[in-house]
């Protein structure tokens, strides 16, 4: 009998710690790969689980704003949820301007060549998440997947079918009327660009693969690229600091996702 509960316990432990292993985050994964330039000061823990993975963070002066795809998040400083609505899938990286979080929204047919997908932004409340609005963005075909605002413009980023070896990030004006778009002459990178912002007087996206972090200068020529992994969130906070987004977990456990705030050195 004592060896049988002794069985069931050693496995019982190992089952905790890949949950663990899964789930939490680590300074040596803080710093493996270094961020060039800036060092990891503090992680923020969004309050949570959720069926669904991270597609991007913003901050505004009082709180953080978490979108995981099918679910919209409102928390303070600390990852406290304060306010979190069900969305459409699929909601994917946001920006937050004068009180109100901008989403770029997808559905359709994403990453084909013949530009199946269905692109929108949605606007919300900052402070209740209510929806205000919805703007339809039919030249984003390969579904709209992050944006930023700059100036008096939006920029909006997205996927990319596995035959075309450019991206692209597409300009509106605040009341989304279409201005121009812009090739990234970066070749391929797994499903487009999926997160966007302004930071230190260039472009920060964020890509699947081996190309993690892109930096763009203001006519989006490349300034820089790394393997650096910021697919999950860019958010800028001031020229020299910084939050990275990041999520674990799988379909099973649900997904955590977190801030890591980088300051220069």
């Known amino acids: 009998m004592k060896i049988k509960l002794l069985i069931i316990s050693f496995f019982w432990l190992c089952f905790v710690l ?35 993975h991270l597609q991007g963070i913003a901050r505004d002066e009082n709180n953080m704003f978490w979108c995981y795809t099918n679910q919209l998040v409102k928390t303070d400083m600390h990852g406290k949820v304060l306010k979190k609505i069900d969305v ?4 994917g990286d946001l920006t937050v301007v004068s009180g109100k979080v901008y989403v770029a929204v997808g559905f359709g047919t994403w ?15 900052a402070g209740t998440l209510e929806r205000l609005s919805t703007y339809h963005i039919p030249e984003v075909i390969y579904g709209a997947g992050g944006i930023v605002k700059r100036g008096d413009s939006f920029y909006v980023v997205g996927g990319l079918p596995e035959e075309i070896f450019e991206n692209y990030v597409y300009e509106y004006d605040s009341d989304f009327n279409f201005k121009k778009r812009y090739i990234v002459e970066s070749g391929y990178t797994s499903l487009g660009i999926q997160t966007i912002d302004y930071h230190g007087g260039e472009f920060w996206v964020g890509c699947y693969g081996n190309i993690g972090l892109i930096r763009l200068t203001n006519d989006f020529k490349i300034a820089g690229w790394g393997p ?10 001031s020229d020299s600091e910084l939050l990275i987004g990041k999520d674990s977990g799988n379909d099973n456990l649900g997904y955590a996702g977190e801030a890591i705030d980088y300051i220069k050195k």
């Open 18 to 52: 890949a949950c663990k292993k899964d789930t939490d985050t680590t300074k040596a994964e803080l710093d493996a790969p270094v961020l060039e330039g800036y060092e990891a000061r503090e992680i923020i823990t969004c309050e949570g689980t959720y069926p669904m």
């Open 88 to 91: 459409p899938y699929h909601h």
């Open 111 to 125: 990453n084909n060549i013949n530009g199946l997908a269905d692109s929108w932004v949605y606007v919300y409340d």
């Open 228 to 237: 650096f992994d910021a697919s999950i969130g860019i958010a800028s906070i």
